[in-house]
């Protein structure tokens, strides 16, 4: 095994180990702040709601750092042990091309997704079900599952087998075509999976005629969004989770309230969640996204073509220099990478956050949107002491207590 090898095992092991120290330093955090509710949330959080908070946030913890050991096994098993065998069967069903290479990666992807199953099946059957959140059958966690699998396929086999022949077709130039492919569609899939996907897992309906959707429309009216594209979703099939968001471009986009949100919150709250989401779609947030996202495909693909070029990577492990070989090793490399470049990415996804919090505050008032944060916080038994830098790591959004702190101040 060559000293790229070695490199490579080494920083997935180091990634791995990371995220359990961070969990680790997640679990010690809230416990130690189990028995005290913050200050700032005394009147309005029972101190019995705030441990069930830290007890719902240790075990998510706890259920994580499993999954990371577990992916972590897998991620090194990769290069090491199963991609031979991978390679082996797909030649037995392929000859040398585009084919094969899918084969290779589609064997890998199965792997993949078994394993996210499991920890899917646990999350949803052990802890969400402990904690009172999950309404899912297993009848509709299984159909929902195999609806999703097939979309994969349907979605994933062509989109891999048409990089692997673009790959062969223009050795020179197809990163540049790639990732404009790429971009495009990023763009068409804001509007394809809001519009045509979520459908097919999901129930929408118009909002009904209400006090609060008058007021949603006034307020939307203001900002020249017009009536139509208010949906509620059955979310409380599935989940006793609250939110709302936008979706899509123009005369695609769907402004969505999950059902356990009406059913919850105050007419208040409901315009100050819908408002903040506005924020998002009036701040240039979405276009912000979609640039980095743009951003960081560019340098996914850079970093393929070099991967390509030299046929190192899959050298290195001893494996053959088949394309689909060299992007399995690539992406389980590009993962420690991916690990340590989340807080910056969560930074910007904050500030986001913070602004339109700022934005809704002025639209709406400061006061229902501090009280829709508090509530969500309670239902949905987000923790107020989380670990400041497990947060910076995986929280894309702030803390509730920060961002209520950052509305009052304002």
């Known amino acids: 095994m060559s000293l ?54 240790v075990a998510n913890a706890r259920l994580g750092a499993a999954r990371t050991a577990a992916e972590t096994a897998f991620a090194l098993a990769l290069p090491t042990l199963l991609l031979a065998p991978a390679f082996v069967l797909a030649s037995a069903l392929a000859p040398e091309g ?32 402990r904690f009172g959140f999950n309404r ?21 086999a062509p989109l891999l087998y048409g990089f692997f022949a673009l790959q062969a077709a223009l050795p020179r130039a197809w990163p540049l075509v790639g990732w404009a492919a790429g971009v495009l569609l990023l763009c068409a899939l804001a509007i394809v999976l809001p519009t045509f996907v979520a459908p097919l897992f999901h129930r929408f309906r118009p909002l009904p005629e209400s006090a609060v959707k008058a007021r949603i429309e006034a ?25 709302a968001y936008f979706a899509g471009f123009g005369k695609a986009r769907r402004i969505v309230l999950y059902d356990t949100l009406l059913a919850r919150h105050s007419d208040d709250e409901i315009v100050s969640v819908l408002a903040h989401e506005l924020g998002h779609c009036e701040l240039g947030h979405v276009r912000r996204r979609l640039l980095e996202a743009a ?56 500030r986001a956050e913070f602004e339109a919090d700022a934005f809704a505050g002025d639209m709406v008032g400061r006061a229902p949107m501090i009280a829709a944060l508090t509530r969500l916080s309670r239902d949905n038994l987000a923790t107020l ?7 910076a790591f995986y929280y894309s959004h702030p803390p509730i207590p920060a961002r209520v702190a950052r509305l009052g101040e304002a």
């Open 385 to 391: 002491t989380p670990d400041r830098l497990y947060a």
């Open 136 to 156: 899912a059958s297993p009848r509709l966690f299984a159909l929902d599952e195999a609806k999703g699998l097939a979309l994969r396929l349907l979605a994933f």
């Open 98 to 129: 585009p084919a094969r290479s899918m084969l290779v990666a589609l064997a890998v992807g199965a792997l993949d997704y078994l394993l996210a199953l499991s920890f899917a099946a646990a999350r949803a059957f052990g802890v969400e079900a």
């Open 219 to 243: 307020l939307l009216a203001r900002r020249g969004y017009g009536r139509s594209g208010l949906f509620v979703v059955d979310a409380s099939t599935r989940s006793s989770h609250g939110n």
């Open 4 to 57: 790229l090898a070695l490199l490579i095992l080494a920083a997935i092991l180091f990634s791995g180990l990371l995220d359990l120290y961070l969990r680790r330093r997640q679990i010690a955090a809230v416990t130690d702040h189990r028995d005290a509710v913050p200050a700032d949330f005394r009147d309005v959080l029972s101190l019995d709601e705030h441990r069930r908070a830290a007890d719902y946030a």
């Open 295 to 350: 951003l960081l495909l560019g340098a996914l693909f850079a970093a393929l073509f070099l991967a390509f070029h030299s046929d190192a990577l899959a050298a290195a492990f001893g494996l053959p220099a088949d394309p689909g070989v060299t992007l399995v090793v690539a992406l389980a490399a590009a993962g420690p990478l991916a690990r340590l470049l989340a807080p910056a990415l969560n930074f910007l996804s904050r």
